[in-house]
């Protein structure tokens, strides 16, 4: 069943388009890599499936009861990011906050989700220690868990493995597969074409030509 199509979709900033005429769905379980050069418009595209900004043309539909604040989304880290002064606790219950509509505090339902998210990244340890001090394959598992606060179904993430060191890039790449084979939708941005082939179900070309095509484990 499809959550996301995408028909006629042209994107960009403005009056500048980086991508058109763009066509794909994405089904239920699927584990969809979107590969490509520097400045092709990966970002730009799974920025405009968030509604982080608006499509030039074209249409994106969600399926199977999914809305658009039920999508968990992890972006790529910044500097600023990595220094941000808080617990892992506090960051991974924030990732519960559209879930509690209009009131200004996080029930027990919302506690319960971040800690089952926090086990299952396998941080429990971590839990009151400060974001700051983690390392970066640390940091990228407390960023996962609050990404996991917001959904049951559909997971987005750009450059997930970008800086890592081998063990934890290895590290992560298992996660990720391991979430996609429990249920959960991955669409994931990524410039390994290896391990793209390796784990993904599909795999998105954009560049001169917008190809998509079956990977190893279709």
């Known amino acids: 069943m499809a959550l996301i199509t995408v028909k006629d979709l042209s994107i960009g900033y403005e009056s500048k388009v980086v991508l058109k005429d763009i066509s794909f769905i994405v089904n239920e379980g699927d584990y969809l890599s979107i590969v490509g050069e520097n400045g092709a418009g990966k970002s730009t595209l799974m920025r405009t499936?968030?509604?982080?900004?608006?499509?030039?043309?074209?249409?994106?539909?969600?399926?199977?009861?999914?809305?658009?604040?039920?999508?968990?989304?992890?972006?790529?880290?910044?500097?600023?990011?990595?220094?941000?002064?808080?617990?892992?606790?506090?960051?991974?219950?924030?990732?519960?906050?559209?879930?509690?509509?209009?009131?200004?505090?996080?029930?027990?339902?919302?506690?319960?989700?971040?800690?089952?998210?926090?086990?299952?990244?396998?941080?429990?340890?971590?839990?009151?220690?400060c974001f700051s001090e983690l390392s970066g394959g640390q940091q990228q598992r407390v960023l996962l868990a609050r990404a996991l606060c917001a959904t049951r179904k559909l997971l987005l993430m750009d450059e997930p493995v970008a800086g890592l060191d081998p063990d934890a890039t290895s590290e992560m790449y298992r996660i990720i597969d391991e979430l996609n084979r429990n249920g959960v939708t991955i669409i994931m941005i990524s410039h390994d074409l290896e391990a793209a082939t390796r784990y993904s179900s599909n795999i998105l070309h954009i560049g001169k030509e917008f190809v998509i095509g079956g990977g190893v484990n279709a």
Do not use: H
């Not at 559209?98 to 990244?121: Q, V």
């Open 49 to 129: 499936i968030l509604g982080l900004q608006p499509p030039l043309k074209g249409e994106i539909a969600f399926g199977e009861g999914l809305r658009q604040n039920e999508i968990g989304y992890l972006p790529q880290q910044t500097s600023i990011q990595k220094d941000f002064p808080a617990s892992v606790w506090e960051i991974v219950l924030s990732g519960c906050q559209a879930r509690c509509g209009m009131r200004p505090f996080y029930g027990k339902g919302e506690k319960l989700i971040a800690d089952t998210n926090i086990s299952r990244m396998g941080i429990s340890d971590l839990k009151t220690r």
